[in-house]
């Protein structure tokens, strides 16, 4: 099946730092890429969804300044967490969209686990 | 933008009981995914449904759609510790619910 990869799969910072991180589709072209944020024992909440060659589409209450995207290639799209702060501390997951397959068109990286000091 | 509640958000059962999870909208969906997620990993699709009124089987997984297409059921039979996990629905522009987190003991 189609893989997704995320990259780094757990990152440690200290306040005020930047953090990039990746998402790659590795056997297809992704024109769309989400973002998500995941809070302890809560569900998925969307932050932006980001279309190759444009600017991202950001969700309500989503600080775009704060929260980087970039898709500059059809496999791969970047999340950047500039200036992090502690409450920014989450699990980032991408997912990618196959539009060649018929059923299952997403796809989940495994998440980043970013811990903000 | 079209909200999807799912119930119940907590579930803990015993291994080998049937249960439900739900999940409405007060909008029709177009088409609407189940996933299931496990700690610390992304989620993995279950089952997309589309038509209204349909029921797609996954093994000891039944998802039904309603015929209004603004809910959604997914029954899972003789449940395993296997099954645990958060349930979560999606919309076509992939939002999801708040999920049902689910516990089967054994």
């Known amino acids: 099946g189609a893989v997704v990869s995320q990259h780094p799969s757990r990152v440690i910072c200290k306040s005020g730092t930047s953090v990039k991180i990746e998402c790659r589709s590795l056997d297809f072209q992704a024109t769309t890429m989400f973002w998500y944020r995941q809070f302890p024992k809560q569900s998925l909440m969307l932050m932006a969804t980001?279309?190759?060659?444009?600017?991202?589409?950001?969700e309500q209450g989503v600080e775009k300044d704060k929260f980087l995207i970039n898709h500059a290639s059809l496999t791969l799209s970047t999340l950047t967490v500039t200036s992090a702060h502690p409450e920014d501390s989450s699990f980032y997951i991408c997912s990618a969209r196959d539009w060649t397959r018929e059923n299952e068109k997403l796809f989940f990286g495994s998440g980043t686990q970013l811990s903000v000091l | 933008t079209q909200l999807l509640e799912q119930s119940p958000q907590f579930l803990s059962i015993q291994e080998g009981e049937n249960l439900t999870v739900y999940c409405n909208s007060s909008s029709v969906f177009s088409s609407l995914q189940w996933y299931r997620q496990e700690p610390g990993e992304g989620p993995v699709l279950l089952v997309t449904?589309?038509?209204?009124?349909e029921v797609k089987k996954l093994k000891r997984l039944t998802f039904q759609f309603g015929d209004a297409r603004k809910d959604s059921s997914l029954h899972i039979t003789a449940a395993q510790p296997g099954d645990t996990g958060l349930y979560l629905c999606?919309?076509?522009?992939?939002?999801f619910g708040a999920g049902t987190r689910l516990t089967v003991k054994p």
């Open positions: 999606a919309d076509v522009n992939m939002r």
């Open positions: 449904v589309v038509t209204g009124g």
């Open positions: 980001s279309n190759e060659g444009s600017k991202a589409t950001y």
